[in-house]
């Protein structure tokens, strides 16, 4: 969600704090704004919208100096405007803040009690003038901050800067994620590795409860007590030339282009010599689980409901899935060995890191499935299972979703064959399958014509749904989320079964509908529902491969031919002209498709 990059050296330090926040664009903001302290007095600009905003201030008014803090806002309390956008200064103090501070009211009738007001909506504000109280009573920039973050509640990471003191940022971690990077005679603070790309690559990683003391020449980290802590150096791979869009309009087509070649190395690195090389100890724990929890949000999440399917289909264990928010509000009990496998694409998800602490509280096991090994998420999970999807930037998920149904068969197949629901002969099978992928991908993405030209008519629908059966069901709800989110229409998935229960009801001839048809098992009942849906004028878009469409009634409106394909990997496959789908409608619309409106690549606020 909001970005926040601080910086300590001997260079000025607005134009590293404003290419740093470009890095981190792709979390989703709607304000942005840099302190710096000069001849060690405050200086600060802030403006609402993009950072495009922000950079022309700087040029009709910059700011020098060598320390600073920058931040790009996504708006929780008060509106995107200047006066909310961060960074908040009161005084001698300028606060940058992501998380929600959940006592911020109380603080706010407290101070106003000894005079101070308040002029943004925001709960940060709070944090920045009961940090210049505490100064005022004569604490040291140290003590302030200290019993600063000791007063708050809620979920923070929080960068300081204080005036007189240019040597000096002291940056606190509840629940947001904050990694100090390390240069020579110069430091870095960012709530995101990849905003140090081409800065440094020796990192701390703060834990929470941290409190560190960051200066020219080094780090030292304490708790909100005071006491001393020890965390050590990491050094991390951050590829900056994987944040750049190539030859493409937006991050979002260069990463749908980029899955062939991505699902290639991410099958690789799964498996060799026939043989896959999922972990032993992931496998034999999933094996013996005597029931699955899967847990994800959005998009993660109907990865997960796909993937429910797979064990139980594959490897005969009892799997359930749900969303992470609502997870923490279930109390149903839990079997003995019960393991929750939580997928995400940051590892740093709000919802989803306390869904895995709630599981871990009620005594189960957890295994992470993430995108980002460095990842909160990544260090608090018993078991650990990455993607290889790479650094995905456009806040609607492509890659990272069709590597996350990469990493669950491959684990549901393995864990089969452990279990012996699945032979020798099968299990090879589904290898020699898995590796058909990459090419059948590549193929899916010749249809990119097909789905431009049904992206021109969706464009002026007012609402559109989306139908499957079996694990093509969570993937109209995944078809039907890429729609809404980039290109605003409405937009509902369903269990093309359920139509007649109810959404028949909104079919007429002004109602396109998405049908998901592999040959298969599922595929005649799939076709029979479209024939309802065209008996009542409603357009069908029908995606199928060639031997569906041979049998397939024709007439209604359109139809997309994919690569003939093993049920069992369609939802990777089919996943993709809806992706394209999704992509051109929001193009012909005109919307920002790489930063939707009101929404944040990774949401780090519950």
């Known amino acids: 969600m909001c970005g926040i990059f601080g910086y300590l050296g001997q260079d000025e330090a607005a134009p590293i704090l404003l290419d740093a926040l470009r890095r981190m664009e792709y979390r989703g903001y709607d304000s942005a704004g840099i302190a710096t302290l000069c001849n060690g007095r405050l200086q600060r600009r802030r403006a609402a919208g993009k950072l495009t905003s922000l950079a022309n201030l700087l040029v009709r008014n ?33 606060v940058a803040h992501n998380g929600i501070i959940e006592n911020f009211r109380e603080i706010r009738v407290e101070l106003a009690r000894h005079g101070i007001t308040h002029d943004s909506e925001t709960d940060t504000e709070s944090a920045a003038h009961l940090c210049q109280y505490l100064l005022n009573q004569g604490m040291t920039p140290l003590e302030a901050a200290r019993n600063t973050v000791q007063r708050l509640e809620g979920s923070f990471a929080l960068a300081f800067l204080f005036e007189e003191e240019e040597n000096l940022l002291i940056a606190a971690r509840r629940y947001s994620p904050l990694v100090v990077g390390h240069g020579k005679n110069e430091m870095f603070l960012a709530s995101d590795v990849i905003a140090l790309a081409g800065l440094t690559s020796t990192v701390t990683f703060l834990d929470d409860g941290d409190l560190a003391v960051i200066s020219r020449s080094g780090l030292e980290v304490y708790d909100f007590t005071g006491a001393r802590a020890v965390r050590h150096r990491t050094q991390v791979s951050i590829d900056s030339t994987s944040a750049g869009k190539g030859s493409h309009q937006h991050f979002m087509a260069k990463e749908i282009y980029e899955q062939p070649r991505i699902l290639a190395a991410a099958i690789k690195k799964l498996g060799e010599d026939a043989k896959l090389l999922v972990p032993d100890s992931i496998v034999q724990a999933v094996a013996d689980s005597a029931q699955i929890e899967l847990i994800g949000c959005g998009t993660a999440s109907y990865a997960c409901q796909i993937a429910e399917y797979w064990f139980e289909n594959l490897a005969g264990l009892p799997a359930s899935s749900g969303v992470a928010s609502e997870f923490v509000h279930r109390h149903r009990r839990l079997e003995k060995d019960t393991l929750g496998i939580f997928v995400s694409q940051s590892g740093e998800t709000a919802d989803s890191l306390n869904a895995l602490r709630h599981m871990r509280e009620r005594g189960g096991r957890t295994l992470a499935v993430l995108n980002v090994a460095t990842s ?31 990493a669950l068969v491959t684990l549901a197949i393995s864990v089969g064959y452990q279990r012996g629901c699945i032979d020798k002969e099968k299990y090879e099978h589904h290898l020699d399958e898995l590796g058909r992928l990459p090419g059948l991908s590549s193929a899916a993405l010749s249809c990119d014509a097909e789905a431009r030209s049904a992206a021109q008519e969706i464009s002026g629908s007012a609402s559109v749904l989306f139908i499957g059966r079996g694990t093509m069901f969570p993937l109209a709800l995944e078809g039907a989320l890429k729609l809404k989110e980039i290109s605003y229409i409405h937009a509902e998935g369903l269990a093309a079964g359920e139509l007649k229960h109810g959404a028949l009801a909104l079919v007429d001839s002004n109602m396109h509908v998405v049908a998901l048809a592999p040959s298969g098992p599922h595929f005649t009942k799939t076709v029979s529902n479209t024939e309802e849906i065209k008996a009542r004028g409603g357009q069908v878009l029908l995606l199928s491969d060639t031997q569906g469409l041979e049998v397939a009634p024709t007439g209604g409106w359109k139809a997309m031919t994919m690569p003939a394909i093993d049920p069992l990997f369609a939802p990777i496959i089919y996943a993709i002209p809806l992706q394209l789908l999704a992509y051109h409608a929001a193009v012909e619309l005109g919307t920002d498709v790489d930063h939707p409106r009101n929404l944040a690549k990774s949401v780090t606020v519950e």
């Open 62 to 94: 910059p700011i020098l100096g060598r320390v600073g803090i920058g931040h790009t806002r996504w708006a929780t309390h008060g509106k995107a405007s200047v006066t909310n956008a961060h960074p908040h200064q009161s005084s001698h103090v300028a």
């Open 376 to 406: 909160t998420m990544s260090r608090e999970a018993d078991l650990v299972m990455p993607i290889h999807a790479g650094i995905e930037i456009s806040v609607a998920s492509t890659k990272a979703f069709t590597c996350q149904l990469i």
